[in-house]
């Protein structure tokens, strides 16, 4: 893309000493500003065996990070960039050599090694000059025409709506074989989005809103935070213009004021830290545009200390509890702010202990505390964690089948494997677009001391998968916490999941359980098995599909041969606006008259009905799915689920099961939990042969002595 433009005001660097994007302290020379290179590129003579002054700034840059580095590549790949880009020129007017020049600088203060900044400066040529690949590797190596031929194909996508799937794919598969194909493109993005305003309008929206959408995702993912949030920060300006200018008028007033409480704080942990003997640089990181505008939407009015935060440095991660305690000793804690990201690091690499205390005035002021390295690679996550293909420590395994390169996050390993088991290019896109819109992340725990990193809204479905890939077929329930769950169940961070597993090897997944598969691994490999085995069509009047294994703790009793499965509504008992269509009762929140339902139709024709008030109900509306009018018809058996609380008291259970069977209720399946504080909580799924003697056998569980309360099981809201 060849563009020009202004770029927006930003705010300004780290106060109290230079922090480059990487986070490394540079003594012998100012934090250059990225901004301006295009417009510094100097295009004189150089002599044959010297370095061009053109890339001085970005030999400065690299040597900083690598004091030893080999400059020759960077110099032999300067000479033929300049030379064979001379006399094409970017809209703004300038050289187009200034772009890969900026566009290396870029990754040059993010750390990146001699390999990546040489492609960096080759990246367009192949594109836009008579240079071709084979010259590239015959002049570089394999390894820099490997990347070359990356970014030149990542050229080509259309990342807009109308991306076609199967490019994105390739594009994709090819970034996860080397991550620093990525890199170079996110550079790429950023000095362009920089240089954005030559643009028409509607061309400059377009780019934004595909930036927003796809690349600033990955940024993410790839742990560069230095390159997502000055993304984000150029669409903010192009999308929201006008909540833009007024964030940037409250940024502007703010650095205009006479006092800072951020300072007055930072000098106070300083003196904190200097009386305990901790050495740790103490620095004011303005917060960026984006950040503080979400800031002021959710708190209202900003006090100083909302523009920014607090960010301790210090050299080992012992360290980092060492100033945790003290700031927790000598000044008023927040404890709800309190993350340790350190122990159990995010799933793009970040590593950081966060904390909030309160100033004298009663601000709160966030700090942040890690190494110089963990800032550095919170900054440049991937690009500054070197050359993938370097052999790894001797120290360094494999963990949880995650391949051993310290440059590959986990979320792309994992990406990997489900893009290769993805039936179709379409179902690949579409899962892509919701794991990227998915931009939080929780940690759960297994038995054994591993995690499971899962995405904010997963289900013990998705931990089953992730933990165990196809072999979760054979999952057959789950404890949280210690406690029987059903595997629809929603988990929250830092929950401990236990996955039962059946020994049945042909065992199958639960078709119901696509319903509450949240993650692209789950739902990919449910829906191969499905794809496999297709649903056998059977005569009107009986269940279209296999009896699915319920979700609930104890399975329920196995149905005849060829009858229906029971408590299954035929369609005289509850009626689809969906000719011939079979329905079957959802699982997940059990339905009964006189219950508000609705319907979405599954595979083989099948349409699944759920109560309105449905987790699952939610979800599929998000993602789309359009809905089937169903309604009940008359004298429909039902199964549901009920919640019994009572007192502990001896025989409680057997008069409660007496007197549910005197109603004709037929039990098929209940769980007692532990008791708690001498109450006892029941959960029964019931057979009634009418739904209108619901009522009727509700009252008589409450006539139980030491019963207070029954209730129907209410569908989990999202995120609970």
């Known amino acids: 893309m060849n563009a020009e433009a202004v770029n927006p005001a930003t705010p300004g660097p780290v106060t109290s000493g230079h922090v480059t994007p990487t986070g490394s302290r540079r003594k012998a020379r100012s934090r250059l500003d990225l901004r301006r290179l295009g417009r510094?590129?100097?295009?004189?003579?150089?002599?044959?065996?010297?370095?061009?002054?053109a890339i001085g700034h970005v030999v400065d840059a690299h040597r900083?990070?690598?004091?030893?580095?080999?400059?020759?590549?960077l110099r032999r790949a300067y000479l033929l960039a300049e030379s064979s880009h001379r006399g094409q020129m970017r809209k703004s007017g300038e050289p187009y050599i200034t772009h890969p020049l900026a566009v290396?600088?870029?990754?040059?203060?993010?750390?990146a090694e001699t390999t990546t900044l040489t492609a960096s400066l080759l990246h367009d040529t192949v594109e836009d000059t008579e240079v071709t690949l084979d010259q590239v590797g015959e002049q570089f190596g394999e390894e820099v025409r490997y990347l070359v031929d990356g970014v030149t194909k990542l050229e080509k996508v259309d990342y807009g709506a109308a991306a076609e799937p199967e490019t994105f794919r390739k594009m994709l598969v090819s970034t996860g074989n080397d991550v620093r194909v990525m890199s170079i493109k996110l550079a790429d993005r950023l000095h362009n989005m920089r240089t954005l305003g030559v643009m028409r309008p509607e061309k400059q929206e377009r780019i934004a809103k595909v930036t927003r959408d796809v690349l600033i995702p990955l940024a993410e993912r790839l742990g560069v935070q230095a390159l997502k949030t000055e993304l984000e920060d150029l669409?903010?300006?192009?999308?929201?213009?006008?909540e833009y200018e007024h964030t940037r008028e409250l940024i502007v007033r703010n650095a205009a004021r006479a006092d800072d409480p951020l300072a007055d704080v930072a000098d106070d942990v300083r003196k904190v830290l200097r009386e305990a003997g901790i050495t740790a640089e103490v620095l004011i990181r303005p917060r960026h545009f984006v950040s503080v505008h979400r800031v002021s939407r959710r708190r209202g009015a900003l006090r100083g200390a909302d523009f920014g935060r607090l960010l301790v440095l210090v050299n080992e991660d012992a360290d980092c509890y060492g100033v945790l305690g003290e700031?927790?000793?000598c000044m008023t804690p927040v404890v709800s702010e309190f993350k340790d990201f350190i122990a159990v690091p995010k799933f793009n690499l970040y590593q950081s202990l966060h904390t909030a205390v309160a100033g004298a005035d009663g601000q709160v002021v966030e700090v942040l505390i890690r190494t110089h390295q963990m800032h550095k690679v919170a900054e440049a996550g991937v690009v500054a964690l070197g050359n993938p293909y370097a052999a790894p420590p001797e120290e360094q395994s494999a963990s949880d089948g995650e391949r051993v390169d310290p440059t590959r996050p986990g979320w792309l390993s994992r990406l990997l494997e489900w893009q290769r088991a993805a039936p179709d290019p379409d179902t690949f896109w579409s899962t892509l677009r919701e794991d990227l819109a998915q931009d939080r992340e929780i940690t759960v725990f297994r038995p054994d001391g591993g995690s499971l990193g899962l995405p904010e809204g997963a289900t013990c479905v998705d931990a089953a998968y992730a933990q165990y890939g196809e072999d979760a077929h054979a999952c057959i329930g789950a404890r949280v916490n210690g406690r029987l769950a059903t595997l629809s169940t929603v988990l929250k961070d830092g929950d401990t999941v236990q996955l039962l597993m059946g020994q049945d090897a042909a065992s199958e997944p639960s078709r119901e359980w696509l319903e509450h598969a949240h993650t692209p691994a789950a739902r990919i490999a449910i829906q191969r098995w499905l794809t496999a085995h297709p649903a056998p069509d059977e005569a009107p009047g009986t269940e279209s599909e296999e009896a699915a294994r319920p979700l609930a703790d104890d399975p329920a009793p196995s149905p005849a041969p060829d009858a229906p499965a029971p408590g299954r509504p035929t369609p005289a008992q509850i009626l689809a606006d969906r000719a011939g269509?079979?329905?079957?009762?959802?699982g997940c929140c059990t339905p009964v008259p006189p219950d508000e339902v609705t319907g979405f139709a599954v595979r083989g024709g099948t349409v699944t009905v759920h109560r309105t008030g449905c987790a699952a109900v939610a979800r599929m509306k998000s993602a789309g799915r359009?809905?089937?009018?169903v309604r009940w018809g008359e004298g429909a058996e039902c199964r549901v689920t009920l919640v019994a609380e009572s007192f502990v008291r001896p025989h409680l259970l057997a008069d409660l099961t007496e007197a549910m069977a005197l109603e004709g209720a037929e039990i098929v399946s209940a769980t007692v939990e532990p008791p708690d504080r001498q109450q006892v909580r029941h959960t029964y799924t019931v057979q009634l042969p009418d739904a209108a003697?619901?009522?009727?056998?509700?009252?008589?569980?409450?006539n139980v002595a030491g019963v207070y309360d029954v209730s129907r099981a209410q569908p989990q809201a999202p995120g609970a």
């Open 626 to 629: 359009a809905e089937v009018g």
């Open 40 to 53: 510094a590129a100097l295009l004189g003579p150089t002599a044959r065996d010297r370095l061009p002054d």
């Open 235 to 242: 669409v903010f300006a192009i999308l929201h213009p006008e």
């Open 104 to 111: 290396t600088l870029i990754l040059a203060e993010l750390g």
């Open 693 to 702: 003697h619901l009522p009727v056998l509700m009252r008589a569980m409450r």
């Open 581 to 586: 269509a079979t329905v079957r009762l959802a």
């Open 64 to 73: 900083a990070h690598h004091p030893d580095a080999d400059l020759e590549p």
């Open 327 to 329: 700031l927790h000793t």
